[in-house]
């Protein structure tokens, strides 16, 4: 979903989302870089996410996000599976 930080995180959106998600379409959020976006990717019903989060202190952020992951119940992406 592509658009400003606002528009992103507004009701159009996850209208657009879930709207998208009842026809079978994938969703994908950009700029996902907090726990809190990823939980709203989440609720909006998004496949993928991506951001820049790891590119900025990989060794600090990995353990991070995999505890994200964990809290919204989701399985680390095969990438970050076998990470130190």
């Known amino acids: 979903m592509a658009g400003s930080t606002a528009w992103k995180l ?9 709207e998208a998600a009842a026809r079978g379409k994938a ?8 726990r809190r976006r990823l939980t709203i990717a989440q ?13 900025f202190g990989p060794a600090k ?7 994200w992951l964990a809290e919204l119940g989701q ?4 990438l970050f599976r076998h990470a130190p």
């Open 27 to 34: 969703i994908h959020m950009g700029r996902v870089n907090s």
């Open 75 to 78: 399985q680390p992406p095969p």
């Open 10 to 18: 507004g009701p159009a959106a996850e209208g657009l989302a879930r």
């Open 61 to 67: 952020n990995l353990s991070r996000l995999r505890s």
């Open 43 to 55: 609720w909006y019903g998004c496949d993928s996410v991506d951001g820049t989060y790891l590119a």
